[in-house]
């Protein structure tokens, strides 16, 4: 039966919810994707590929003084970072670079960055914008294009698994009953 009541009022409400979610699925991908290439006007307010490699330089140098941050790059391939930094920022901005990296999610997993941190990461970049002259108007497009990243990568601390709450607690399921703040 095609047209039977029950039947159809199930598909009324499960295809809106369907297409709703899988929306919603594509707006979060997309979230810690880079932007696509159709507006390059950014790009090429930075200098194209140039000018942000500079400005990404400028922010290495930046981040190595500053002692509220230096620490989490000590273990840093610096070279691989300020390539990948650079083509992430190339492609956010709609250059033509193709960001190969993780997301920001996983590349920041565990390393417990928190809001003072990525706060002071961003003024060591306006720092550098500042050292390249990039105006102020281009600098506040950047870093509306940045700042969704930061639930991204602060506080990034992954629980853990069952599996290792089991090893460090037992095979008794109490852990399931602690406080993690604890």
């Known amino acids: 039966m095609c047209c039977d009541t029950k039947h159809f009022r199930h598909s009324r409400i499960l295809i809106p919810t369907l297409l709703a979610a899988l929306v919603l699925a594509m707006l979060a991908g997309c979230q810690s994707m880079p932007s696509s290439k159709s507006d390059d006007s950014l790009y090429r307010a930075l200098g194209a590929r140039a000018g942000i490699s500079r400005i990404d330089t400028r922010l ?98 992954p629980e853990p698994s069952p599996e290792i709450m089991q090893l460090i607690l037992g095979h008794d399921p109490m852990y399931r009953y602690i406080d993690p703040k604890l």
């Open 60 to 157: 290495i140098l930046n981040i190595a003084a500053d002692r509220r941050v230096s620490g989490y790059f000590r273990d840093t391939d610096i070279d691989r970072f300020h390539r990948m930094f650079t083509d992430y920022i190339c492609a956010l901005t709609g250059g033509p670079c193709n960001y190969s990296g993780d997301n920001m999610v996983d590349a920041h997993r565990g390393l417990g960055i928190d809001s003072a941190a990525f706060n002071a990461i961003v003024e060591d970049y306006i720092k550098a914008m500042n050292q390249e002259g990039v105006p102020t108007v281009t600098q506040n497009r950047l870093l509306a294009r940045l700042a969704p990243l930061h639930s991204q990568i602060v506080g990034n601390h």
